[in-house]
């Protein structure tokens, strides 16, 4: 059984200030990891993805993952009000057109 | 980039009747649509998957008599539920992978709201 465990929150931070989400998952043949942001009622938005160990920065986002340790995780840096949604970790175990494995999500709410 | 729509976005229908969701991918040609079913306050949860041209592969405890899905196009796929029973109403989301897409290329619709009254 391939799992994603992710904090289910609430995680709560002051606006400014570095959000951080953790994730892990069981499958150690796992190759993408994803991030998805997801607002109350929308359907999930790809915020990034990570292939390689190490550190993926976009902007105000970097993913970080560590395959030795099997987990991978997103900080959001200077967050604001409308970060506040629930973050979606996604595993798929190797390229290409297999399924994604989602973990539970961490609510994360950003305090003006 | 990728585009996926997913219609309608909200239906409500009475108990015992179908509801058709189509995804269409709209610039790319979605090899591989994902169905999922989001329960409020609960994770996605994978239904099915299908390839174009091929039979669906439903997830355990799954039914595949009650959600009849149809890929039958690569820009084309369509779930039914049929008999809806209120227990089925949900956030239904379809995902689709494909080829010539920019980003990495699992695409999410817009999902569809169902209530069964």
């Known amino acids: 059984q391939k799992e994603v465990e992710q904090n289910s929150g609430p995680l709560s931070v002051p606006e400014g200030a570095i959000a951080s989400l953790n994730c892990t998952y069981s499958?150690?043949?796992?190759?993408?990891f994803f991030w998805y942001r997801q607002y109350s009622g929308k359907s999930p938005e790809l915020i990034m993805f990570?292939?390689?160990?190490g550190d993926k920065e976009d902007g105000r986002f970097t993913a970080q993952l560590n395959k030795a340790s099997q987990y991978v995780s997103l900080l959001i840096r200077d967050s604001q009000p409308s970060d506040s949604a629930t973050y979606l970790c996604?595993?798929?175990?190797?390229?290409?057109?297999?399924?994604?494995?989602f973990g539970k999500g961490t609510k994360l709410t950003v305090n003006p | 980039g990728a585009v996926v729509s997913q219609h309608p976005s909200w239906v409500i229908c009475k108990s015992g009747t179908s509801v058709k969701i189509e995804c269409r991918s709209l610039?790319?040609?979605?090899?591989?649509m994902f169905w999922y079913r989001q329960f409020p306050k609960q994770s996605l949860m994978l239904m099915a998957t299908?390839?174009?041209?091929?039979?669906?592969?439903?997830e355990q405890g799954v039914e595949k008599d009650k959600f009849l899905i149809n890929h039958a196009s690569l820009t084309l796929s369509t779930l039914t539920v049929t008999s809806a029973h209120p227990e089925d109403s949900s956030f239904y989301i379809c995902?689709?992978?494909?080829?010539?897409?920019?980003?990495?290329?699992?695409?999410f619709g817009s999902g569809t709201r169902l209530t069964v009254v």
């Open positions: 995902s689709a992978w494909g080829t010539g897409v920019l980003s990495y290329g699992y695409t």
């Open positions: 499958d150690r043949g796992s190759q993408s």
């Open positions: 990570i292939y390689s160990n």
């Open positions: 996604a595993v798929i175990s190797q390229g290409g057109s297999e399924k994604l494995v």
């Open positions: 610039d790319f040609q979605a090899t591989t």
């Open positions: 299908s390839n174009e041209g091929s039979k669906a592969t439903y």
